[in-house]
């Protein structure tokens, strides 16, 4: 299973953007680059997903690099609802596998 | 969004008992479930994958045994620690998988178990 670096913490504040970068040099043709962030004591939630080309949903952008060796996730304006740990994973298409790494933790600051 | 729900949310055991987590895709059909296990301050840990009717595939160093998986219809997964001992104690976490062209998975809110 390809993996992934992420910062183990960063911290933004209220309002501004986010940033959230990560590295997959191992990256294969057919991995999905996939973000899920998770509150404490609840389950993770679906962020954002794509393949090769940037994505906008209404949570974030993903910027996916040229070479697909890495992404960055794009909060366009903290809340102090955004704290939360990002997990950015690589899925073999069509499989729904995910394995986890360690996330980064996001702090917002009022 | 699609809702995954879990019961019990949390559930205290002696050691030695079994103890059975159901997971359900409330609005969707999921041909594919996943079941995690998380420890405090770690990451979430695959164990299993879970697919309607077969046998769950069992990642390494995860004992089938212990952790029994039925997933006997399209809407509903359950895992059953058996004979649970501390070290079981943890979060568990089940995942309902879209399919093929939505690569999107669905989390339900976790059970939390606590052997004694």
């Known amino acids: 299973d390809a993996k992934t670096t992420q910062p183990n913490s960063m911290e933004s504040n209220e309002e501004e953007p986010v940033h959230l970068p990560c590295n997959h040099s191992?990256?294969?043709?057919?991995?999905?680059i996939h973000w899920y962030r998770q509150l404490p004591s609840q389950g993770p939630e679906y962020v954002i997903h794509?393949?090769?080309s940037n994505v906008n949903n209404r949570m974030a952008s993903l910027a996916i690099a040229e070479d697909r060796k890495s992404s960055t996730l794009i909060l366009h304006r903290a809340t102090l609802r955004d704290a939360a740990v990002y997990y950015c994973i690589l899925s073999p298409r069509y499989t729904g596998k995910l394995i986890f790494g360690q996330g980064t933790t996001l702090q917002v600051k009022p | 969004g699609a809702v995954v729900s879990q019961h019990p949310s949390w559930v205290i055991c002696k050691s030695g008992t079994s103890v059975k987590i159901e997971c359900r895709s409330l609005?969707?059909?999921?041909?594919?479930m996943f079941w995690y296990r998380q420890f405090p301050k770690q990451s979430l840990m695959l164990m299993a994958t879970s697919n309607e009717g077969s046998k769950a595939t069992y990642e390494q160093g995860v004992e089938k045994d212990k952790f029994l998986i039925n997933h006997a219809s399209l809407t509903l997964s359950t895992l059953t620690v058996t004979s649970a001992h501390p070290e079981d104690s943890s979060f568990y976490i089940c995942s309902a998988y879209l399919g093929v062209g939505r690569e999107t998975q669905y989390f339900g809110p976790g059970t939390r178990l606590l052997v004694l």
């Open positions: 191992t990256i294969s043709g057919t991995d999905y």
């Open positions: 794509g393949l090769t």
């Open positions: 609005d969707f059909q999921a041909t594919t």
